[in-house]
């Protein structure tokens, strides 16, 4: 596997790319993915408003130019009118990576019943995994916390590298 993601941070929020609030999102998914231990550098941050439009082209010009081996948004991603994040995800990826969502939503679920009316996705596009996260920056760096493990792992895959098969602990090869 290659020595590091490189990942493209987009904040997606009304408020904070009018300048009404501060990025707090952003930040959080960062510390997250430091604290995991997960060898990365930050290759570029933005902030978008909700728009759909905005946000999948933003998504498709990363993947394009080869730019982010991950790109994580916070934001967007409930059920208010405006929430559209997931949408724009699915305008771009190839294909979507439910299990990862899945693990989001259940690991923070457990312990706050509310996660479970977030509408995280994953999917490809191009060689980068793209990943929508809550707002919300706890629900976030939880979220990333919770699938931190297997970032390194289905990278190295959607870049075409053809790393071992991860193994429980304690299963011989």
């Known amino acids: 596997m290659s020595p590091g993601i490189r990942v493209s941070l ?101 312990a706050f019943p509310p996660a479970y009316l977030s509408r995280q996705v994953a999917g490809v596009c191009q060689r980068t995994l793209v990943i929508a996260l809550p707002g919300s920056p706890r629900g976030a760096a939880d979220c990333l916390r919770a699938i931190a493990g297997l970032l390194p792992h289905a990278v190295a895959l959607v870049r075409g590298e053809a790393p071992p098969h991860p193994r429980p602990s304690g299963v011989p090869l």
């Open 10 to 110: 987009l904040t997606v929020s009304d408020g904070v790319s009018a300048g009404q609030r501060e990025d707090r999102g952003g930040p959080a998914c960062e510390q997250a993915l430091a604290e995991a231990g997960i060898p990365h550098t930050i290759v570029s941050r933005e902030v978008l408003p909700d728009d759909r439009g905005r946000v999948a082209f933003a998504i498709r010009q990363l993947a394009d130019r080869d730019h982010a081996d991950l790109v994580v948004l916070t934001g967007g991603t409930g059920v208010a009118p405006r929430d559209r994040t997931p949408e724009a995800v699915r305008d771009v990826v190839a294909f979507e990576v439910p299990g990862l969502a899945e693990k989001m939503r259940s690991e923070t679920g457990a």
